[in-house]
């Protein structure tokens, strides 16, 4: 009888993890494989995970953390450096979604990851995506309390949160493929017409590069 999973795996385990799957891909390895992979013993490996799907919801869930994080902070500092808040947003959603972007599309795998990625893991992805949500409209809030933005009437901040980051993902998702190279500019267009959308009608667009 096998042992339930003791908690999740640690930072190294998560990581060894990661670069697993970029190596081998989704369907090929087995829980053997990954924990040779890894250099730890398969009961080690089980004493985490269930199974291979398992596995791999933790890393994204563990990412996901990751670059939410690191995106808020990537947005913050734009701020205090001068920058508008189109930038701003740019920085935020490129370090939360670009990123990403660009470390799958190191791996041969890429197409068969994000595709398990959706098929496997779509409660983790939409309770990331939430949690993002709340964080980028807190963040929104704060900035039309302090006079940094002005929303057009009927316009929530956790609606203009919903659709900067649906954007960004479309553009992520866009067929055909962009350049990971092109998304921060692709990020600027697209964002630049959300908030021509969403602003009240008499805040300077100048500081939006809009």
């Known amino acids: ?24 891909g989704y369907e ?24 291979k799907t398992d596995a791999f919801r933790a890393i994204l869930r563990w990412r996901h953390g990751i670059e939410i994080a690191a995106g808020m902070d990537a947005g913050r500092h734009a701020l205090a450096a001068g920058c508008s808040v189109l930038d701003a947003a740019v920085a935020i959603m490129d370090t939360r979604y670009g990123e990403a972007r660009r470390d799958l599309g190191q791996s041969a795998h ?13 409660e983790v992805m939409i309770a990331s995506a939430v949690d993002f949500q709340t ?8 900035l039309a309390a302090d006079g940094q933005l002005r ?6 901040a956790l609606e203009l949160a919903q659709l ?26 697209m964002f630049a017409a959300i908030l ?12 939006f590069g809009g």
């Not at 999973?5 to 060894?16: E, K, N, R």
């Not at 964080?135 to 704060?142: I, N, P, Q, T």
């Open 135 to 142: 964080r980028l409209a807190d963040w929104l809030a704060e």
């Open 1 to 24: 009888m096998r042992i339930p999973p003791q908690g999740p795996p640690g930072d190294h385990l998560l990581h060894s993890l990661r670069q697993a799957f970029f190596d081998f």
């Open 196 to 207: 021509h959308g969403c602003l009240a009608p008499e805040e300077n667009q100048s500081r």
């Open 110 to 122: 890429a197409v068969e990851i994000n595709y398990a990625a959706f098929r496997y893991c779509r």
């Open 164 to 189: 900067l980051a649906d954007g960004a993902r479309g553009v992520n998702q866009s067929l055909p493929p962009l350049p990971a190279a092109g998304l921060p500019a692709r990020y600027r267009r």
């Open 151 to 156: 929303l057009r009437e009927g316009v929530t």
């Open 28 to 51: 090929t390895p087995t829980m053997v494989d990954l924990a040779k992979a890894c250099g730890v013993t398969r009961r080690t490996l089980y004493n985490h995970c269930v199974n």
